[in-house]
């Protein structure tokens, strides 16, 4: 599997798709909360002024008010960070967006622990519980430049809200412009039989490096994007793990009631195999690189080679 | 002298929805009596301005509660629903008697109000949300130049929510002029007096500060209350805040200004005795 450096960030790569899907819905309003040139919506705002809504600072509000526009009929997206639209704004989220089923869409920057930077104010490690968790929610979490834009397409062609989960930095680009994503797909990136690794977003690239680490050594790793986290493809887990008999779920996340808690379940119901799970362990992380912070927190490739090799042992 | 034939028709107005304003509040005492739970004393307090909006403002209409052009209505302090159920009912968007059904399993009066509900345009209940969302639909009726008027009721405990002020905020930077909203100023909120709880006052000064349009009425004199929603809905450039000094549990005595009115029903003898006084045969 190729690595190719990505140009842009996943934010801005669904900001820009979104400029583009602006002509294809003319109806499409945006609205953002102060960071329109951190989510790159001021690229829509630039082309569609009359469009486009600041909201200012108040992420509770904008959610609001783009649940008062599309109660009227509209399809809005909603731009912020994930800390803030999934805690700060998340009774909105639910009770008003959610329970109504309204077309609002998020445009969800700074996912996981990529603003490493910025602290953990800024770091969105509960967002995958809190919307995943909600009634009538779809989520997804693509890994790179091609996923997130097409992520526009598939939220705005499902009806009812729809999270997308972006990161803040450039990281990888491995799919071209033909390929195709839809609502509760996935995608086998690299075959392998001796152990299935399953996951979303950033941590695809950690996945990917430790699969070659792991072939080097002889153990062939299947690695799994479950870019849509809800509904989550089970059927491809299934007949992933059905050929390897084990599990690894690494994520950008807190291990509790995250994407490892939803497989694990599903393989205890469905078919049990041997399995484990890497992520936050009910723990805050810190400020500072994005990969030293992944390693120090155990979700590096290093520790993803480790963990699989301990599972087949 | 006679009066001028504008005042004898608005007088005309005043008399039918003062007399329509008894009608809610019997119905509201009723159900909630009859459900044993639901919130009765700011329903009572705000049952003199959703009458004036329901009887007379509101361009609405129960065959089709959907229909684009009609003004909007939200009551943002949701929990007092029986005041709005009672209205929705006697408007004609469901039968009279489904009011006897609030609060119980497979009603589709729910305990606090859903857009699900014939004539409810949004879901509200978590206080301020209401609020948000009128923005929203203000919005959208201003900037895709619509022709409907949006009205939300507010609480005065309500209020205390951050919520509430950005909202404020963001329907001055947008010119909501088609946006009004009322805060029934009952003075009371669940554990208490507003004053001992957070105090809001002044709330108009307050709503003055984020550049809105105030107007202080009795919330209880019918034609101030007529008067000053049809001056609110006329006025450009601003967004109007009616703010409506009310009482708490209007038009019961015994339930007036009474905390445990707030949230609970009365008891069979406060339940005859308030139906009395509301047909004033006391």
Known sequence: MKLKAAKVPTRRAFADRLVEYGEIDPELIVFDADIGYSTYTHLFGDKYPERYFNMGIQELNAVDTAAGMAAEGRTVLMASYGVFLTMRAVEAIRSFVCYQNLNVKFLSSHGGLTPGIDGVTHQATEDMAAMTTIPNMKVLAPADTESARRSVDVSMQTPGPCFVRLMRDPLFDIYGPDEQFQMGGSKVVREGQDITIATYGDMLFQALEAAETLAATGIEAEVLDLYSMKPVDYAAVRKSVKKTGRLLVPEDHQKRNGLGYELAAYCLREYPVPFDHMGLEDTFAESGDYYKILDKYGLSAAHIVERAQNLIK | ?282
């Open chain 2, 1 to 282: 002298m006679q009066p001028h034939k504008d005042t004898q028709k608005f007088n005309e107005r005043v008399e039918l929805l003062k007399s329509k304003a008894k009608e809610v509040r019997h119905h509201i005492v009723d159900m909630v009596y009859t459900a044993k739970s639901g919130h009765i004393g700011g329903s009572m307090s705000a049952a003199d301005i959703m009458t004036a909006l329901y009887f007379d403002i509101l361009n609405i209409d129960p065959n089709k509660p959907r229909w684009a052009d009609r003004d909007r209505m939200i009551l943002s302090k949701g929990h007092v629903c029986p005041v709005l159920y009672t209205c929705l009912a006697l408007r004609g968007y469901f039968p009279v008697e489904t009011l006897k059904t609030l609060r119980q399993f497979g009603s589709i009066l729910q305990g606090h109000p859903i857009s699900k509900t014939p004539g409810v345009d949004v879901s509200s209940g978590s206080l301020g949300h209401g609020f948000g969302q009128s923005i929203g639909i203000a919005l959208e009726g201003k900037y895709m130049k619509k022709d409907y008027s949006v009205y939300v009721v507010l609480g005065n405990g309500e209020i205390q929510e951050g919520l509430i002020w950005e909202a404020a905020s963001a329907a001055d930077k947008y010119k909501l002029d088609n946006l009004v909203a009322i805060v029934d100023d009952n003075r009371m909120q669940n554990d208490g007096f507003t004053d001992g709880i957070m105090p809001m006052d002044p709330i108009d000064k307050k709503f003055e500060a984020f550049n809105w349009e105030v107007m202080k009425i009795d919330g209880h004199n019918m034609a101030e209350v007529l008067a000053t929603i049809e001056k609110a809905k006329a006025f450009k450039g601003k967004p109007v805040c009616i703010v409506a000094n009310t009482i708490k549990g209007k038009g019961v005595g015994l339930m007036e200004n009474e905390q445990r009115f707030h949230g609970k029903p009365p008891t069979d003898e406060e339940f005859q005795i308030a139906l009395k006084e509301i047909r004033g045969e006391v």
